[in-house]
Antibody, heavy 119, light 110 residues
């Protein structure tokens, strides 16, 4: 069973960038898409985007186009999500989630990484 | 992109059945059977409960079932139990190769 382990909490100032990591333990995830989903305090889930198994193709929600970058290091089974030009509206828990093959749903999730944007 | 529409809250007594609706558009729920449902307890990561409208992953109780008609999907919980009290979110694949979540529904067991 694959587990996703995410990096720890971050506190950033407005205008800065944050990079969150998501590392797979257990079986390799070379055939899995990895998605990023966030949840602001007391709010619902919001899909940010996804990266394909090879790391060569990314899919971003229109809302985050130009501000989010997802990358992948297949040698370490680690996926990264970089979000720039942060505002207080980006304060949220950021989850990575795995999609085995192209099944179009999120089968396993990381524990979440809290990103706080505050001056 | 707008979120799928869910009722903010649904409640029921133990043993009863409840249904949560999830309304989208012809660009998401209406175009694909790639509707999934997630359960989230406070402070925890979401957990997959149903995929492709009505399929249950291994380990999920058969008290959870799903259906779809047109642009609306539904999750039904039968034989409601205290442990079912949580937030529930639907999700759909979209024609733009992206995904959208529902607004979320808080289920309360009375």
């Amino acid at each position: 069973q694959v587990q996703l382990v995410q990096s720890g909490a971050e506190v950033k100032k407005p205008g800065a960038s944050v990079k969150v990591s998501c590392k797979a333990s257990g079986n390799t995830v070379t055939s899995d898409y990895v998605h990023w989903v966030r949840q602001a305090p007391g709010q619902g889930l919001e899909w940010l985007g996804a990266i394909d198994p090879s790391g060569s193709r990314t899919y971003y929600a229109q809302k985050f186009q130009g501000r989010v970058t997802m990358t992948r290091d297949t040698s370490t089974s680690t996926v990264y999500m970089d979000l720039s030009s942060l505002t207080s509206q980006d304060t949220a828990i950021y989850y990575c989630a795995g999609e085995v093959g192209t099944v179009k749903y999120f089968q396993y999730w990381g524990q979440g990484s809290l990103v706080t944007v505050s001056s | 992109q707008s979120a799928l529409t869910q009722p903010a809250s649904v409640s029921g007594s133990p043993g009863q059945s409840i249904t949560i609706s999830c309304t989208g558009t012809s660009s998401d729920i209406g175009s694909y059977n790639h509707v999934s449902w997630y359960q989230q307890h406070p402070g925890k990561a979401p957990k997959l409960m149903l995929y492709d409208v009505s399929n249950r992953p291994s380990g999920v109780s058969d008290r959870f079932s799903g259906s779809k008609s047109g642009n609306t999907a539904s999750l039904t919980i039968s034989g409601l139990q205290a442990e079912d009290e949580a937030d529930y979110y639907c999700s759909s694949f979209k024609t733009t190769d992206t995904y959208v979540f529902g607004t979320g529904t808080k289920v309360t067991v009375l």
